[in-house]
């Protein structure tokens, strides 16, 4: 609407100048005399005049209607072609003018996107920053069926979204995240409006994000990435309801994937999108390791490290500014002096952990060279980057924009699966294992997670027959879907969630309630058929006799 | 003083004196009614409407809005006189002046209260 009236009011001069030259003109022509077929003179009425000036002005042809004109006539025509040609060039040229002008394109594609954000009616979040954490989280949730909408400072980056090849249309704003007016045109104050994710490079930005979220709407989840401690507990002071702090959950990654590679494995899996093959799992040496880099990434992974009571030898090329440990090396790690004096020779691993990826790779290089049998971890700073990461032959590559996406993306999109993670713990080794062998058993086509809620709604089927007092345990739909797919495994439900009450692994014989939530993880089909025996009282039947047939076996 | 107001206001009253003008008279009585007076009335009123373009309060709002209903009727009133004459062929009797001046009188009533709006803001801005 502000573009309309602006363009309104623009084109004020333009439109009283074309009104005047009009009026002028059919005026000269009513009062001027002229003659008719049989040479009596005669007056032009205003319905001839009006006609005659409306294609003289435009077309300057037709002839001289409706008799031919006399001297007078073509001398008062002969001015009015003139200026009529130069009111619509001028007309012409103030909207052209204003068509290109940069407030009134910005309004234009203000309007736009206000107009795109009314329009959506699911539950959409607003992603504040478009960079490669941006991009991933904008992926991932439209993958899922999740509607958003994008703000980002730069144009280039708005363009980049507008050319993405996304299923369902992102509206993109090039705002300034810190003003208000921005969250609000981006539809923070709408009635779907679920949430608000801050993920900008710059935790300032982020921290005023969370803020005008809770302020102008405490109702909504605001998920906000810090990469400063200090910020991040002033966010947290205000409610702001997930921090993600990239270093951190990276140093934490880190450790589990030394600890306990089962456990690394497991959240790697689960969280992947879905569709993508199980990885390999990785068995990290034990022994002592190289740290390269000790900024923020580095103190952190330290710090998991030595509580992991693993030794770590550091390199860094500004001790003193860092802050680091006496017997740090001083160096970059990029030169093979530097590595041998930290004893790369002897060591189990590196890990190359600095801010700058062409470093990283050098320090890779460098020490593959004098030690091939090195278990490698690199930092990965920027997306554009991973063709080089993958040639790499790298063990284990910690994307930071890939991390903290994946965190939000678990959170949101599947808060079982993420209270699932929290509760995974690296304590028994071999839980993990046999849980990770589960898990690859049960996803044949790459790991899937779903949520089956037993209610009314979601599987009419399942909810009438309990609230009927059938007794129907977790195996009797199991092993049905098991018997109608025709795969070796069953799908593993990894979490029952009800009341007062959250279950890991539930055991095969767990009787079902209403208002049950399970995570299940395995092969599409297998969720499709899940679905189907809880909706179709035939199916559930078929399923119950099942069951009752053959005694209850262990599944697992 | 400033330029842009006068001219504002001058066309708003302009529009209404020619409008009322051309009114003026018996209703069924073509020679009180000169189409000069017609179509002074319909320029300045439709140079009275672009001048209000543009303005986003509500007060501009409900002033562009008159000056489009005035602007309506007397576009009606020049039609109904043109088709009537030219196209039907009909001799401008007493009939016709009446719709034609009927319609113009509507524009009478829009223009008025633009001014009396006018007058409104302007003792609003006293204040």
């Excluded at chain 1, 090195?374 to 063709?387: M, T």
């Excluded at chain 1, 209610?455 to 739909?477: D, E, F, H, K, N």
Aim: hydrophobic share 45%; proline share 4%.
């Amino acid at each position: 609407m502000p573009a309309f009236f602006l363009a309104l009011r623009r084109l004020r001069g333009p439109l009283i100048t074309l009104i005047s030259v009009y009026a002028v003109a059919v005026l000269g022509l009513t009062l001027i005399p002229g003659v008719d077929g049989e040479g009596d003179p005669v007056r032009m009425d205003f319905f001839s005049a009006f006609y005659f000036v409306s294609f003289m002005g435009s077309t300057i042809g037709f002839g001289e209607l409706p008799y031919p004109f006399t001297a007078g006539q073509r001398f008062w025509v002969t001015v009015c072609i003139y200026f009529s040609v130069v009111a619509w060039l001028y007309s012409i040229g103030r909207a052209i003018a204003l068509a290109q002008e940069p407030a009134f394109r910005q309004a234009l594609t203000q309007g736009a996107f206000k107009r795109a954000v009314d329009r959506i009616h699911d539950p959409f979040y607003i992603i504040c920053g478009y960079g490669d954490t941006g991009r991933l989280l904008v992926e991932g949730f439209t993958e899922r069926g999740k509607r958003t909408t994008v703000i980002d400072l730069e144009q280039q980056r708005i363009n980049d979204l507008e050319l993405a090849a996304l299923e369902i249309y992102v509206p993109g704003l090039c705002a300034d995240a810190e003003h208000p007016a921005s969250l609000i045109a981006a539809g923070l104050n709408d009635i779907h409006c679920a949430g608000v994710i801050a993920v900008t490079s710059n935790d300032k930005i982020n921290l005023k994000v969370a803020i005008t979220s809770k302020l102008l709407q405490p109702h909504l989840k605001v998920i906000c990435r810090s990469e400063i401690h200090d910020v991040g507990i002033n966010m947290e002071s205000f409610g702001t309801d997930h921090i993600v702090n990239p270093f951190d959950i990276f140093a934490d990654r880190l450790a589990t994937a030394l600890h306990s590679p089962a456990n690394y494995i497991i959240r790697r899996w689960l969280t992947s999108p879905s569709g993508t093959p199980l990885s390999e799992p990785l068995f990290p040496p034990r022994g002592r390791w190289i740290l390269c880099g000790y900024g923020r990434f580095g103190k952190a992974v330290d710090r998991f490290l030595s509580f992991e009571g693993v030794e770590a030898t550091i390199i860094e090329v500004d001790p003193k500014h860092t802050d680091a440990p006496y017997d740090t090396i001083v160096g970059r790690g990029t030169e093979a002096v530097t590595l041998r004096e930290a004893n790369v020779e002897q060591s189990a691993g590196i890990i190359a952990g600095t801010d700058d990826d062409t470093n990283n790779l050098s320090i890779i290089m460098t020490a593959r060279t004098i030690n091939p049998d090195l278990f490698i971890v690199a930092r990965q700073n920027r997306q554009r980057n991973s063709a080089l990461y993958e040639a790499a032959g790298i063990h284990l590559v910690m994307q930071r924009s890939d991390i903290i996406a994946r965190t939000i993306i678990t959170r949101i999109v599947n808060p079982l699966l993420a209270e699932f993670l929290e509760l995974l713990t690296d304590d028994d080794m071999e839980w993990s294992n046999l849980l990770a062998t589960r898990i690859s058993g049960a996803c044949s086509d790459g790991a899937h997670t779903w949520n089956l809620s037993i209610t009314r709604a979601r599987c009419p089927a399942l909810a009438v027959s309990l609230y009927q007092g059938a007794g129907i345990s977790l195996s009797t739909i199991l092993d049905e879907a098991q018997k109608c797919s025709g795969e070796k495994a069953a799908p593993l439900p990894l979490l029952l969630k009800r009341e007062n009450d959250t279950m890991m692994l539930p055991e095969p014989s767990t009787l079902l309630q209403h208002g049950d939530q399970i995570l299940f993880c395995g092969t599409h089909s297998a969720e499709n058929l899940i679905t189907w025996i809880a909706g179709n009282l035939n199916a559930l039947e078929s399923a119950m006799q099942g069951a009752a047939e053959t005694p209850a076996t262990n599944s697992a | 003083m400033n330029l842009q107001k006068v001219l504002f206001a001058f066309f708003i009253m302009l529009a209404l004196t020619l409008n009322f003008g051309f009114v003026m008279g018996e209703i069924n009585n073509p020679s009180h009614h000169h189409v000069y007076e017609l179509f002074a009335a319909l320029v300045v009123s439709l140079i009275a409407t672009v001048m209000k373009f543009g303005d986003r309060t509500h007060m501009g709002a409900v002033l562009l809005a008159a000056s489009l209903v005035a602007d309506l009727q007397l576009i009606a009133a020049a039609v109904v006189w043109g088709i009537s004459v030219r196209v039907m062929e009909i001799e401008l009797g007493t009939g016709v002046m009446s719709s034609i001046v009927s319609l113009s009188g509507g524009a009478v009533v829009a223009n008025v209260i633009s001014v009396v709006l006018l007058i409104i803001e302007t003792v609003q801005a006293r204040r």
